[in-house]
């Protein structure tokens, strides 16, 4: 929509009726003819609360170095993933001064012994550091004869971390929102090259040439 904004030509004394306007045209295009865009991904999202196991259904959302791993090295359909958000029934934070006992029970039940959706099982895989500050974290159902240990030793050698802290730590770096921007240099210089061309700049070296 902001897009949408930004190529209308002209001034206009009333912005927010032109909002309104494009919101409302938003509202009808259909959401499965839009595009996704390729540092997005389309995953399963529930929320568990002291009651409830509820799913949304599918959402889009930044992917992370986890996700496009499986999804586009070793064939995971975006299914095998799962957000989740733990709160109130109405959507909000829950609280540990207004979490009784056996709620807390409940949530670590559903959250360690995995969530069963249309006959596959869930289980837990990690969370990011920003996610757990949002109460939210990943399930995953392995796919292709994967296991959950197996995934998260491809993530890489984590046997400094002594504490359960610092092990989830980093292990939760691997699931922070990113966009693929990865370029391998050939020890030439072919990374410094390939950003002069980037930045449209070239050496005095070159130009001399």
Not at 58 to 66: A, D, I, L, Q, Y
Not at 140 to 159: A, H, I, N
Not at 188 to 207: D, P
Request: net charge neutral; hydrophobic share 40%.
């Amino acid at each position: 929509m902001l897009t949408e904004m930004r190529n209308i030509h002209g001034k206009t004394r009333h912005p927010a009726k032109m909002f309104h306007a494009l919101y409302e045209a938003d509202e009808e295009v259909d959401e499965v003819l839009r595009p996704i865009p390729e540092f997005c991904v389309s995953l399963p999202r529930i929320l568990i609360t002291p009651c409830r196991v509820c799913v949304s259904g599918f959402e889009v959302e930044m992917s992370n170095r986890m996700v496009r791993k499986f999804i586009e090295t070793f064939g995971f359909s975006s299914e095998a993933f799962v957000r989740v958000s733990i709160g109130d029934e109405n959507g909000d934070k829950l609280y540990s001064d207004h979490i009784s006992e056996h709620v807390e029970r409940r949530i670590k039940a559903l959250v360690l012994g995995g969530v069963v959706l249309v006959n596959k099982k869930y289980q837990f895989l990690a969370f990011s550091s920003s996610q757990l500050k949002e109460q939210s974290l990943w399930l995953v159902c392995p796919e292709r004869g994967w296991t959950v240990l197996q995934m998260r030793e491809s993530m890489g050698d984590f046997s400094m971390c002594k504490t359960p802290a610092k092990y989830a730590a980093r292990i939760g770096q691997v699931f922070s929102t990113t966009i693929d921007t990865s370029f391998a240099g050939d020890g030439t210089g072919g990374f410094m090259a390939w950003s002069q061309r980037k930045l449209g700049l070239t050496s005095e070296a070159n130009e001399s040439e």
